[in-house]
């Protein structure tokens, strides 16, 4: 997430992020690299070799943090949390409640970042963004690649002994993961960004139909890929947990909101609660980011003060 974009080193605040028939497009992350536990990839799975760039306001970012937290990775991996606002030079960092300065590479920016990895680069400017204090490079900032590479690739330094990414369960994992990125995670964006009657439509329609199908599989098993949490309730817990509180209103995703689907609603309480990920969870840096980053969805930046959601309260997920 992020908006603004380098272009030939240069930064941008602005980018077009809709095609001409006012869809939301979002293009693909650009550094993929992979940390592997033998070194074979280049990037050897080291203490303290490596860095987190996140904000706890965004969903693909938490991710990260999900699985970090998780596997007990917070003494083998560093982190530091941007600003929850945007503005013209999009993420910030700062001393601020929640959020850090930037003690590795000490800028002030996020894109900085980035021309510290490459100076001419072209593209987005995203968090996550795993960095390598040793080779003083972006690793990797696709989410997705980031959990896997925390989940599998750092186990011999883990203080958690957990696996969310289990042999018998992967080609399952993965095509889960699929399923639900388009119509769920990126459809609230598809949904909130669109600037034609038509997308939003296409966007929001899809959208409640996938929330309807898990909700019915949410009904006949615990939880995404059967009777274990893995990477793909990870990826599904991030924006479901902000449905309520922003996607709802701010987006436009107002058909039902999850505390309406008994499943979904119970399984969200559940995932929460599970050990660590609270402490991954910061609503007040969410709707910071939402209504007062988008002006041209939330012209006003007025934050709404609720809605109240009890995400401690008993689940029936046993």
């Not at 033998?38 to 693909?60: M, N, Q, T, V």
């Not at 204090?133 to 690793?139: L, R």
């Not at 964006?189 to 898990?214: C, I, K, N, P």
């Not at 599904?236 to 008994?262: E, G, S």
Request: hydrophobic share 35%; glycine share 6%; net charge negative.
């Amino acid at each position: 997430m992020g908006l603004g974009i380098l272009k030939d080193g240069k930064w941008i605040s602005e980018r077009e992020q809709e095609d001409t028939e006012g869809k939301f497009i979002r293009p693909s992350t650009t550094f993929r690299n992979k940390i592997t536990a033998d070194g074979s990839s280049g990037f050897k799975a080291e203490p303290g070799r490596y860095h987190l760039y996140i904000s706890w306001a965004c969903p693909w970012a938490c991710r990260t943090a999900i699985l970090r937290e998780l596997k007990g990775l917070q003494d083998i991996i560093s982190m530091s949390v941007v600003a929850p606002e945007i503005h013209d030079n999009s993420w910030e960092f700062s001393d601020e409640p929640g959020s850090t300065p930037d003690t590795v590479n000490n800028v002030q920016y996020l894109w900085q970042i980035y021309l510290k990895a490459d100076p001419s680069y072209s593209g987005r400017v995203t968090v996550p963004v795993l960095w390598d204090k040793q080779i003083n490079t972006i690793v990797n900032n696709e989410s997705r690649e980031i959990i896997r590479i925390f989940d599998t690739e750092f186990d011999e330094f883990a203080r958690q002994d957990v696996n969310f990414f289990p042999q018998h369960l992967q080609n399952k994992i993965d095509e889960t993961i699929d399923k639900i990125y388009q119509p769920i995670n990126n459809g609230v964006y598809r949904a909130g960004f669109a600037t034609s009657q038509t997308a939003y439509d296409e966007a929001v329609t899809e959208l409640f139909t996938a929330l309807e199908y898990w909700e019915k599989v949410l009904g006949t098993q615990r939880y995404l890929c059967g009777d274990q949490i893995t990477e793909a309730d990870w990826c599904m817990f991030t924006t479901l947990f902000r449905f309520d509180a922003v996607y709802y209103v701010h987006f436009k995703c107002n058909i039902n909101r999850i505390i309406d689907y008994p499943n979904l609603w119970n399984y969200l309480k559940e995932l929460y609660q599970y050990p660590g990920v609270k402490a991954t969870c910061n609503l007040d840096h969410i709707k910071r980011h939402y209504y007062r980053s988008h002006p041209k969805v939330n012209p006003t930046r007025i934050v709404p003060k609720g809605p109240n959601i009890d995400f401690e309260a008993p689940h029936n997920r046993q």
